[in-house]
């Protein structure tokens, strides 16, 4: 870490995250001024690009979550002009955004990710895609998850008890998505395993190392498995950290965090989330978050601060990313 | 905080709070825990731009008030008392505005003694100081099912557990109201007040009917509760003859001359004037009106002077240097909005579908409007805000617990120009097309008819003569809504 920068602080955007972001970006900002760093907040909009060549920052700290901000297309507009940034490059952002892309990618490297079927509008529209809508249902069983295939928010995430509800839980989803994921629903134990790069050696040479913080699981309040709303709301549920698991089980989730993680391509940081199911102690991976919330009660926060790193130092290592790509 | 909720067996660490960061947390009192931003709210929060057309607001249209007439009675306020309208008032409210305020409610046939009035700083405080002097966490609350959206926070922050019951065309069935009022006295619990919005109802756009009317207060009166009946819009009625207020049935039933001792009356000079005065005010028997006074000490002292004066100076030009009294004021809203009802009614014809129904308002600002059951209106606002540029209310908005009314949407109709009316309601039915189609490609079958939600068959109480008064659709046999518009 070579002192004091200038660092463009990127929040806000027109994502249905805009409010988390935007405390998100908050909390950042007011760590990185503690740093000492000179902090340049942008909410983010059609003066972005415009924003960043005027006061040419040396770095930009990426805290938008959803659209723009981490499926890639902020990122890719940083690399044109040239500016460092926080976290993944624009290919792992839309690897990881892409919920349907990542899930074949860890099929196919033998991670396993709940069984799911994705349909598509136009596959509807064009090749008659909902004919397959009963082999789905027989090959999946129920309840189903039903998602859009981007998107971090609990909006349009839906639960499918019987054939009845899934045509209006898809088209609940695909409200957010031209795509939705049909995904088996595991009953278990949330947990979400975030992962730090840790910059090794020195000047030209300096490299990253990735490693897996301490398990945060997420408890809901309310014994409610069908509805995801309540469920991201703060208050509705508790946060246990480290995670009250098996040294096996822990370790287990932590290794699959990391392949993911290495799988997509990360840079810097991540979280993913994983579920512990309870019949049949099996880990599956569910999605991976490339720009994780840093507010009060983000769990990116309460995993560092598990393992003995206070806030400002995730934000130092964080921002340190930026230079190790 | 409650260490340990997760409980599932000792040893287990629990932290609420990793961080020193989230000390805050720690410090927040239980009731923050009811105030909760929904990721809906968040949503509706992003419809707030240049190119999105809104029906969401509850806004009245103030372009309309003549710049000249608001400049000449600030001055005259200015000339006559600037250190008046400088200083604190009492918080009973200004002596002249209370004036005005009984004027208001004789246009309404309710009359009252100046001395049971509370000016208050917008309706939305009367209903927040009836909570506060009322409600201790866990009491009961009986509302409408939908109702107002802006009670619903209030209610919450309070810790108020609030029973609703599913309006139909008729407003608040009584009978159903009568049966969770049973259920509840079985279960021991007891309401404090029955919170009604009987005319125009915000956001069902239905109307109580007078024999509902008068069965509320006699069972009001049967099992002493309170009724806080919330009436911001009474006076905008664009058909039908106006029908009494609770608050009137209530003192003539009573028979002194003018004090009903069960409603509490929230009224306001938002819709017939201007929100931005944020003036209004409660009518409440004498104990009940000591409690909302010193309830309002606590909160804001008094409301603002500036605007009680300007309220003052309003009615009292009265018409004179060629200008508008307010009841003429209120007329031509009432020509505006009627004239825009009229628009968004024939707008709902010609683009919302078969499985559609909707209220046909006699008055205030608000369509309630309910789509096929399987669509939920949050993720309808979602496509419709980001495909089609175009906002309103979902449903669930009106709902304490955040889920019914999932198919339902609020419009507001009368702070909207005509072309983005029309415009609106076509962008949203657009969108509804494009999901119903989805919807009938998924399920390969014909669509089941729309939920009963909403606008039901209004129970066989109703008073005979009332028929004409009530211009909303019925359902017939099958339950799909029968258009009163032939077209």
Known sequence: MSGARRVAVLKGGRSLERSVSLRSGAQVQDGLARLGHDVLAIDVGPQLVEQLLEHAPDVAFVALHGRHGEDG??????????????????????????????????????????????????????????????????????????????????????????????????????????????ERYVNGRDLAVSVLDASAGAGEERSAEASALPIVEAVPRREDFYDYESRYEIG??????????????????????????????????????????????????????????MTETSLLPQAADAAGIGFDELLERILDSAFTR | ???????????????????????????????????????????????????????????????????????????????????????YGPTEGMAATIDCIVEVMAAEDTLIDPAEVLVTTGGQQVIDLVCKTLIDPGDVIVAEAPTYPGAVPTF??????????????????????????????????????IYTIPNFQNPGGVTMSLARRRRLVEVARERELLVLEDNPYGLLRYEGEPLPTLHALDAAAVGRGGASDLVIYLGTFSKILAPGLRLGWAVAPRPVLEKLNLGKQGADLCSSPVTQMFVAAYFNAGGGRAQMGWREYVDTLKDLYRRRRDVMLE?????????????????????????????????????????????????????????????????????????DIREGIRRIGRAVRAQVGLLGSLSGGPLPPASAQGAGEPAEEADAPLADVLALPRRDRSGTARRRRDR
């Open chain 1, 73 to 182: 297309t902020v990122q890719g507009l940083l690399d044109a002009i040239g500016l460092p940034y926080t976290g993944s490059g624009p290919a792992a952002c839309m690897r990881s955004t892409d919920k349907l892309l990542a899930k074949h990618l860890m099929l196919e490297a033998g991670i396993p990710t709940p069984p799911f079927c994705a349909l598509s509008e136009q596959a509807i529209r064009e090749l008659g895609a909902s004919a397959a809508l009963p082999a789905l249902e027989r090959d999946l069983g129920f309840p189903l998850v039903v998602k859009p295939a981007s998107g971090g928010s609990a909006l349009g995430v839906k639960f499918a008890r019987t054939s009845d509800e899934l045509p209006g839980a898809m088209v609940g989803a695909f409200s957010y998505d031209p795509t939705v994921l049909a």
């Open chain 1, 236 to 293: 509705m549920t508790t946060f246990v950290c480290p995670a009250e698991l098996s040294a096996e089980a822990t370790t287990r989730a932590q290794d699959l965090a990391l392949q993911v993680y290495r799988l997509l391509g990360c840079h810097g940081v991540a979280r993913v989330d994983l579920m512990l199911e309870h019949d049949s102690e099996e880990l599956w991976v569910l999605e991976t978050n490339v720009v994780p919330g």
């Open chain 2, 1 to 87: 905080m409650e260490p340990g909720t997760s409980g599932s067996g000792g040893g287990r660490r629990t932290r609420q709070t990793a961080h020193e960061l989230a000390r805050y947390e720690a410090l927040f009192a239980e009731r923050t825990r009811g105030m909760k931003s929904s990721a809906m709210r968040e949503m509706m929060a992003l419809t707030a731009r240049a190119d999105v057309i809104s029906l969401a607001g509850g806004l009245p249209d103030t372009s309309t008030f003549p710049p000249a007439l608001y400049a000449g009675l600030m001055a005259d306020v200015a000339g006559d008392s600037t250190a008046r309208a400088l200083q």
């Open chain 2, 156 to 193: 919450s922050a309070y810790q108020a557990e609030v029973e609703q019951i599913e309006l139909d065309a008729d407003g608040m069935p009584i009978d159903a109201l009568e049966s969770t009022l049973d259920r509840l006295q079985a279960q021991g619990r007891r309401p404090k007040f």
């Open chain 2, 347 to 419: 707008a709902l014809d010609e683009h919302f579908g078969e499985s559609a129904s909707w209220t046909r308002p006699d008055g205030g600002l608000f369509i309630w409007a309910t789509l096929d059951r399987r669509i939920d209106t949050t993720d309808l606002l979602a496509l419709a805000r980001k495909s089609e540029g175009v906002a309103f209310v979902p449903g669930r908005a009106a709902y304490v617990d955040g889920r019914s009314g999932g198919s339902s949407m609020r419009l507001n109709f009368a702070g909207v120009p005509d072309d």
